[in-house]
């Protein structure tokens, strides 16, 4: 009764595939796959995944979700990993079809003198059929292993995504930084004019502009390495996307970060992953290639027709003289050396035992993941609101300091030292926004979603 569940017909299993297609690219109605024939099954369901690598996804505001698209369209590992899955797919008519008959012809040099005359000729055809069931269960076992090389495509489509944002955000964090260090920058030359000023009206020293002048020329050196950073970054990106490196990323990302959907629950969705469904669609072919197995070691049966052309006798009248002979064969082969038959069903099992121990490793792997990521989650977002808050009383802070300086022009020190303050909780935010968001999209590739 265990191995039953796995005995679904070609067209069954292609419906499943079809099925499983839709929920992660286009949609599908069942009524639309009726009248398809097998060979056109086939080609419809490579089509319709085509159309989810070739751009169908739903493009949203951000532009990292218009990255996607083209990661997905021009990503040649991606790209490897469908030409797999295609591939995959044309082993189901390959194990699912009889062995090619035998036509066989000969002719008597010397003719075999028979009652009817002579024999001339003979003509023989013939096919081998394996034993009852052992196609179906090759073709149930080549379907799921299709299934699972999908899986695997769909695992490579999510890891792409998080490679992608994994490469976007620090360029996001890059301009963030640039835009900092500019603004410090125009902030230090207005303080440099005060300080010039106040120094000039006997309110400062001239101490305090050579502070700001060191601390210009620091936040240019800065800004001119941050430069230089921007273009191995946009090099990675733009590869991921298998584009010039040179090509323009155009950065949106909200301030506000994205709060991690509650949804992503990893009881509920461990198993949903890909690597997971693939290990275990493998295992089901495992279990399927067992009967297939058992079964091409049981004998094979062949029928066949002879026929052979007779000449007619010249040295005598008979009846039916020259009448051709039709016969027809049964043949039956006789499996006897069982050692390969034995080995292919000790294969089918080992397998599976391999399989359900990779299943129980990933599954204990993918756990410690997710609890390391949920934890630097938990982190950015506690970082994300500290700096939130710092940077707003560092700013009023600096009012008032700035102010009293204007007045007094004493306290600049403190004014340099508030504004360095600044400047370090602004760049540790945009660091903590960058690296919060890349912590979400590694924890939607260890859940397997997207």
């Not at 218009?66 to 194990?95: D, M």
């Not at 106040?198 to 400062?204: A, D, I, L, T």
Request: proline content about 4%; charged content about 25%.
């Amino acid at each position: 009764m265990k191995k039953d569940k796995y005995k679904i017909s070609s067209k069954r299993q292609h419906h499943r595939l079809i099925r499983d297609y839709d929920r992660y690219f286009i949609r599908w109605s069942p009524s639309n796959f009726c009248h398809l024939t097998s060979d056109s099954v086939l080609k419809f369901t490579a089509i319709a995944c085509l159309l989810m690598v070739l751009g169908t996804f739903q493009i949203r505001a951000q532009s990292l979700e218009t990255y996607f698209s083209t990661a997905a369209e021009n990503n040649p590992g991606l790209q490897a990993k469908y030409k797999a899955f295609e591939a995959a797919l044309q082993q189901i008519p390959q194990v699912s079809s009889l062995p090619d008959p035998t036509f066989s012809f000969g002719y008597f040099i010397s003719p075999v003198e028979t009652r009817l005359g002579p024999q001339k000729a003979k003509f023989s055809l013939s096919q081998m059929f394996p034993w009852f069931g052992t196609l179906k269960a090759k073709e149930d076992a080549a379907a799921l292993a299709a299934e699972a090389k999908f899986q695997e495509f769909v695992d490579v489509r999510n890891k792409l995504y998080y490679e992608v944002t994994a490469a976007y955000y620090p360029i996001y964090k890059l301009n963030k930084w640039k835009q900092i260090e500019k603004e410090n920058i125009d902030i230090l030359t207005s303080y440099k004019e005060i300080a010039t000023r106040n120094f000039e009206n006997g309110k400062g020293e001239m101490v305090d502009v050579l502070r700001v002048d060191i601390m210009l020329k620091e936040a240019s050196t800065n800004l001119n390495i941050l430069n230089k950073e921007e273009k191995p970054l946009l090099t990675t990106f733009n590869k991921l996307l298998n584009r010039p490196s040179e090509e323009e990323v155009i950065i949106e990302v909200e301030e506000q970060a994205d709060s991690l959907p509650g949804y992503l629950n990893k009881d509920s969705l461990m198993t949903q992953h890909p690597v997971l469904k693939k290990l275990e669609l493998m295992h089901q072919s495992s279990e399927a290639a067992e009967p297939a197995a058992r079964k091409n070691g049981y004998p094979k049966l062949g029928i066949g027709l002879d026929y052979v052309a007779v000449g007619e006798r010249t040295d005598m009248q008979i009846d039916d003289n020259g009448k051709d002979v039709i016969m027809p064969m049964l043949s039956v082969s006789i499996p006897i050396f069982r050692k390969k038959y034995n080995a292919a069903i000790k294969e089918a099992q080992l397998k599976q035992e391999s399989l359900a121990l990779q299943k129980e490793e990933f599954t204990n792997n993918l756990i410690s993941r997710y609890e390391s990521v949920w934890f630097n989650i938990t982190r950015q977002d506690q970082l994300i609101e500290l700096y939130t808050q710092q940077i707003k009383e560092t700013r009023q802070a600096l009012k008032l300091l700035t102010t009293a300086y204007a007045n007094s022009g004493k306290d600049f020190e403190e004014v340099l030292r508030m504004q360095q303050e600044l400047l370090k909780y602004e760049k540790k935010k945009a660091a903590a926004v960058s690296e919060y968001n890349t912590a979400v999209a590694r924890m939607k590739y260890v859940l397997g979603t997207r």
